[in-house]
């Protein structure tokens, strides 16, 4: 199966609420011990390396977009020229 960053998107906001949860409950006294040992496990594919990789490429993708092509240009222009 193709990596999709929306699904990517949705495990990591599960794992972040899950997270969350299991510090504000051990936090607050409602549980005696911090489990987050299965909590990893379950999300371990958004700490693959692949994973990882994928998203670094997409955020450089998404900035490169979001600057004028002028600065880039510019940019480029000026680095060859050391």
């Known amino acids: 199966m193709a990596w999709d960053l929306d699904e990517y998107r949705r495990e990591a906001e599960v794992f972040l609420e899950e997270i969350?949860?299991?510090y504000y409950l051990q936090g607050?006294?409602?549980k005696p011990d911090l489990a987050v040992e299965p909590i990893y496990e379950r999300h371990g594919g958004l700490f693959e390396r692949e994973s990882v990789?994928?998203?670094?490429?997409?955020?450089r993708t998404?900035?490169?977009k979001a600057i004028d092509p002028a600065i880039l240009n510019a940019i480029s222009d000026e680095s060859t020229s050391w």
């Open 20 to 22: 969350d949860r299991e």
């Open 28 to 30: 607050a006294g409602h």
């Open 53 to 59: 990789d994928r998203v670094g490429e997409a955020r």
């Open 62 to 64: 998404a900035s490169l």
